[in-house]
């Protein structure tokens, strides 16, 4: 079964602008500094949200029911992708940080919390793009 993965890289591609914009942006107190950073506290949260709904899809090829996978909770689908060798014990960690990072964000959308958001950004970007190539491939593969 393909999974259809394009909203996922779009995402991916709108982080990779804001962050880009970010870092052109003169001076943390400028207003296009704030919206950028904004942008990117955004499109985190959409890349997160849509990396594990479609790693649950990839990770159904291993459960009984469609309904068993649907019952991971978000890390227990990273868990189980490193058990079935789709993706590396350190990425786990990193991605399970990526999400306590982002349950933050629910209850502060403060500077402080955006700006640790910011510091995850180039390798959780990598970890995106990454993980979109592991959900695009067939189970056959």
């Avoid at 919206?35 to 291993?62: M, N, T």
């Avoid at 590396?88 to 349950?103: G, T």
Wanted: charged share 35%.
């Amino acid at each position: 079964m393909n999974i259809d993965t394009t909203f996922l890289r779009r995402c991916i591609a709108s982080l990779e602008r804001a962050v880009d914009g970010i870092q052109r942006s003169e001076a943390n107190d400028d207003v296009m500094y704030d919206i950028y950073r904004a942008a990117c506290v955004k499109e985190f949260e959409l890349v997160l949200e849509q990396s594990g709904k479609l790693l649950r899809k990839r990770l159904a090829a291993w459960f009984a029911s469609n309904r068993q996978a649907d019952r991971l909770h978000f890390k227990d689908l990273f868990r189980n992708a490193a058990r079935h060798d789709l993706i590396e014990p350190d990425a786990v960690e990193r991605w399970l940080r990526y999400r306590d990072n982002r349950n933050y964000t629910a209850h502060d959308y403060g500077e402080d919390f955006a700006e640790a958001t910011l510091r995850l950004l180039p390798k959780f970007i990598e970890d995106a793009k990454a993980l979109a190539g592991i959900i695009e491939q067939t189970n056959d593969d």
